[in-house]
């Protein structure tokens, strides 16, 4: 059972253009991460967000989680050639430890 | 360097003949995780160690065993492996608070044939 959903699955952009991914469930998690992989090589963690309705910004990227947990975006602002890879979601729950992941989001900026 | 490696990096295999995915940290983590990646499912969790010692299931661990005998180590067995064990395979581990912040080796291609 997919527990998260990410959307859109595939997304090629021009660089400099805006864009936004979506990570959904219909369960809550006590956590949530946002990882990011290049081909060959492994996920790299981007940013953890805790609390509902949190807010953080990594340079051209913002990421939001949901107020009831249960969701959470990620928006590059003037995305660069370089920002192209795999984007994943990870939802923890019950502070288990246990990591939940979308089935990922891939991104293609072009110059 | 804080790293997490995984050996071989590439395996190709035929029906049944065992085989060992070895998985190493230096970063004195005790959390180390073994996660399988297909297209379209993301990543799913094969097994996991919360210590040495201390292993537990994942979500996917039918045709699979580990061991912790090491804190530093944790190999991926596969006893007689099947086509259907082709995939990406990743090993993660953290530590303590943030076990929820995992950190990747870079994964080891597995194709049985």
């Known amino acids: 059972t997919q527990l998260l959903e990410q959307s859109p699955q595939f997304l090629s952009i021009q660089e400099g253009e805006n864009l936004t991914v979506y990570c959904n469930s219909s369960?809550?998690?006590?956590?949530l991460q946002w990882y990011r992989q290049e081909p060959g090589e492994g996920p790299v963690l981007l940013v953890t967000v805790v609390t509902g309705g949190e807010v953080k910004k990594l340079k051209r990227l913002t990421f939001q989680f949901g107020d009831a947990r249960k969701d959470s975006s990620l928006h590059i602002t003037a995305a660069q050639p370089g920002d192209t890879g795999l984007y994943l979601c990870?939802?923890?729950?019950?502070?288990?430890?246990?990591?939940?992941f979308g089935s990922g989001t891939r991104l293609l900026v072009r110059p | 360097e804080a790293q997490v490696t995984q050996n071989p990096r590439y395996l190709i295999t035929v029906t049944g003949k065992k085989l060992t995915v070895t998985c190493s940290q230096n970063?004195?983590?005790?959390?180390m995780s073994w996660y399988r990646q297909d297209p379209g499912l993301g990543l799913r969790q094969i097994y996991y160690s919360m210590n040495v010692e201390v292993t537990d299931k994942g979500d996917v661990p039918e045709g699979y065993k580990v061991s912790r005998k090491e804190k530093r180590n944790f190999p991926l067995i596969l006893e007689s492996p099947s086509p259907n064990q082709t995939s990406l395979y990743f090993c993660a581990s953290a530590g303590w608070p943030n076990y929820n912040e995992q950190f990747f080796g870079p994964g080891t291609r597995l194709t049985v044939l």
């Open positions: 970063m004195n983590h005790e959390y």
């Open positions: 990870a939802g923890e729950k019950d502070s288990s430890y246990k990591l939940i």
């Open positions: 369960s809550v998690f006590s956590s």
